[in-house]
């Protein structure tokens, strides 16, 4: 089946240093699954970071961005200078031939210090 | 702005006990979605419905019955509630599968404790 892998469970970066959080994927159900990020800020429901639907295509939102890498399978986020209030965990996830079905990564908690 | 809430916020269950999450959506959406999540793990799917009346399974519906009464309301059943549920459980919606209408609108979590 599909599966979404974030290597690092916790992420601690000082502000305004740059942060890169890995995800790689597998999607045996379809060649060219959805990507997606999503973020959950403390006491809130998941919401959408960024999508991109094109292999090689880069999304961008609230300074973050992620290239479609198909070659690699990889999804990673970057951004050039965090802030204390981009704390939060952060899932990597695909949508795949199943109707409606998102992996998800097992999400990566984000804590940036002043 | 897409909304999707849940009730109750979090909950307290004894074992064998039957427990019912809730979970409304404002978005006109034909989609919705039960996940659950366990510390350390990704987000997995219980079951999710495309239309009213109507509920299909996802990849761990062992436990777990699902109600869409209308579009707008998606409920989850632990007939016997158990240990083993004890997870946070989030609520999502979406207007369609595939290119531009799989984004999926989660509500804020039910943090359910089994005892």
């Known amino acids: 089946g599909d599966s979404v892998t974030q290597t690092e469970g916790q992420v601690t970066v000082s502000e305004s240093k740059s942060l890169i959080i890995n995800c790689t994927y597998s999607a045996t159900s379809i060649g060219y699954p959805n990507l997606f990020w999503y973020v959950r800020y403390p006491g809130e429901g998941l919401q959408l970071l960024l999508k991109?639907?094109?292999?090689?295509q880069k999304g961008s939102s609230r300074g973050f961005e992620a290239t479609y890498n198909k070659e690699a399978t990889s999804f990673h986020l970057q951004k050039a200078s965090v802030q204390e209030s981009d704390s939060a965990v952060y899932y990597c996830a695909l949508s795949g031939q199943v109707v409606g079905q998102l992996t998800f990564g097992r999400g990566t908690r984000l804590q940036v210090y002043a | 702005e897409a909304a999707v809430t849940q009730s109750p916020r979090s909950k307290v269950a004894v074992t064998g006990g039957k427990v019912t999450l809730s979970c409304h959506q404002t978005n006109n959406h034909d989609y919705m979605y039960w996940y659950r999540q366990d510390t350390g793990h990704g987000l997995r799917l219980i079951h999710y419905s495309y239309v009213a009346d109507s509920t299909e399974k996802g990849d761990i519906p062992d436990g777990y019955k699902a109600s869409r009464p209308s579009q707008e309301n998606f409920s989850l059943i632990l007939e016997l509630a158990s240990l083993s549920q004890t997870a946070v459980y989030f609520c999502?919606?979406?207007?369609?599968?595939?290119?531009?209408?799989?984004?999926?609108?989660f509500g804020p979590g039910t943090r359910l404790l089994v005892l």
């Open positions: 999502a919606s979406s207007a369609g599968t595939g290119g531009y209408q799989d984004t999926q609108y």
């Open positions: 991109v639907i094109t292999a090689g």
